[in-house]
């Protein structure tokens, strides 16, 4: 019976707690370079009260706000706004694009009126200013109650003296709604201005709409690099309808505007790091003195409190199962950028498919939690995929729109655009050779194959908008000659 029992806790010992330790240069591989991602503003690391050097992000990240001038932040603005303006931002044709969608006149009206131009106003000003300003809490920042207490609104989250050291799965995320909701207002107005034939208000708003997708990640988890590439994305939907409707009203200058903020615009890539920075955080609190982790503080997933204190063990004196679950979280996530580059590699295999390669590695432990913590990594890297391809479609049809602005008549080919009009590769991401384009009597229409690389004429279907969903016959998306709201139903 001993020799029974030996051999049972020898099997379990292995099969749940056992990992091998990291060798040398897995060790160098270890712990990420937080100054990329932070920017060089903050540091997971913090000093304590008492001097020591201690693992916070939360409190990296909202001490360095602390330390930013008021009128450099756009939240303080922006959320007085949305919190005070309930009939603008929650109106429900808000982010229409079609004057005969319901609601659509009284939206209108609302925008037109002297207040609605005050809020379009002051809302275009904060989202140009360098920094969102948000702050990460359990509870409601003070910035969003001082708002609500201004309107009247009741706030049930309010506490004056928040957790210093919340887990970054409680923390509330408050910006990423008004942001979204941000960018529909602007939608609406710049449609509206459309409608008008005002092209140099259309062109400002879709700019400020660009530029201020950067708000989204400064706290740059993959969730707000997701909503970066939205408004990415509805900004460029803008673009193609206006110049599907509208050509007749732009000057050589304003597309060129579009294109430059196009261009310019936050990187489009998948920013691994950022991800790897909330799992770090994640697994911290976790972790008990031994440098392991504690069961007794595994609670905090289902909303327990257990692991309020994260560990601030250094990296390297991690026990070696903790340290193998890092790594193996970051080899997935840099795969994951990987996949999420252009032009597109069938021959790469998934993040998903990494970590089916490597959780043998971890205890039983580290495999549940990189089961419970992972997102869907490779949709999220064909979302960025498809980002791209979108901003290189864009500006492929407003070189060509440029293009006919200087001869009269649209080039014959891709090929045939000025030089100086097309500073860039047109890729196709599914082939890595040149977009296709079509010359019809309704204009241009330009478009990618889809992952079967058969040149289907332009046809499209639904389902195709992820690189990686099951291919139909069809290619990936049209730009320009296209009804954007049958391209984009949901938007």
Not at 49 to 70: K, M
Not at 156 to 177: K, R, V
Not at 428 to 441: A, C, K, N, P, S
Request: glycine fraction near 10%.
């Amino acid at each position: 019976m001993i020799l029974v029992a030996a051999g049972v806790w020898i099997w379990a010992y292995y099969t749940f707690y056992h990992t091998e330790p990291l060798g040398e240069t897995e060790m160098v591989e270890l712990t990420p370079d937080w100054s990329g991602v932070t920017r060089g503003n903050w540091s997971p690391w913090v000093t304590g009260a008492d001097g020591a050097i201690e693992w916070g992000p939360i409190r990296g990240f909202n001490g360095w706000l602390a330390g930013v001038p008021e009128e450099e932040k756009a939240w303080p603005v922006l959320i007085d706004l949305v919190i005070g303006h309930p009939e603008l931002f929650e109106h429900e044709a808000l982010g229409d694009i079609s004057s005969e969608s319901e609601g659509w006149g009284e939206l209108a009206e609302l925008i037109e009126s002297p207040e609605g131009v005050l809020v379009v106003d002051q809302m275009v000003e904060a989202l140009r200013r360098p920094v969102l300003g948000c702050g990460l809490y359990v509870s409601t920042g003070t910035y969003q109650h001082r708002a609500m207490v201004k309107h009247g609104v009741v706030d049930t989250q309010w506490d004056p003296s928040p957790d210093l050291d919340p887990l970054g799965l409680d923390i509330l995320l408050p910006a990423l709604g008004p942001l979204r909701g941000s960018t529909k207002l602007l939608k609406s107005v710049a449609f509206n201005e459309l409608v008008d034939g005002d092209a140099d208000r259309f062109v400002e708003l879709v700019v400020v709409m660009i530029d201020s997708a950067r708000h989204a990640e400064e706290y740059p988890v993959l969730i707000g690099q997701l909503v970066r590439i939205a408004m990415v994305s509805v900004a460029c939907d803008m673009v193609l309808l206006a110049l599907e409707q509208h050509p007749e009203l732009f000057t050589d200058e304003q597309l060129a505007q579009l294109s430059d903020a196009i261009r310019r615009s936050p990187r489009t890539g998948f920013w691994w790091e950022g991800e790897a920075l909330f799992f770090h955080d994640a697994i911290r609190h976790m972790v008990g003195a031994n440098g392991a982790i504690d069961p007794a503080k595994i609670d905090i997933l289902k909303g327990g409190s257990g692991g309020s204190v994260p560990s601030s063990i250094p990296d390297a004196q991690l026990h070696s199962s903790i340290q193998r679950l890092m790594l193996v979280y970051k080899s997935v996530l840099k795969q994951a950028e990987v996949c999420s580059e252009v032009p597109w590699d069938p021959s790469l295999v998934s993040p998903e498919v990494v970590f089916d390669e490597q959780k043998d590695s971890l205890d039983k432990v580290g495999e549940i939690l990189m089961d419970v913590l992972m997102p869907a990594m490779g949709q999220a890297a064909a979302r960025f995929q498809g980002s791209v391809q979108e901003s290189i479609g864009t500006r492929v049809v407003i070189a060509l729109h440029r293009h006919r602005l200087r001869h009269g008549a649209f080039p014959a080919s891709i090929d045939g655009i000025d030089d100086d009009l097309l500073d860039f590769e047109p890729t196709d991401i599914f082939t890595g050779g040149q977009l296709r384009y079509v010359l019809g009597e309704d204009g241009p229409m330009v478009y990618a194959l889809g992952q079967d690389r058969d040149d289907d004429g332009g046809r499209y279907a639904s389902g195709v908008m992820s690189v990686r969903a099951d291919p139909a016959d069809a290619d990936w998306p049209m730009f320009s000659n296209s009804k954007i709201e049958e391209l984009y139903p949901d938007d």
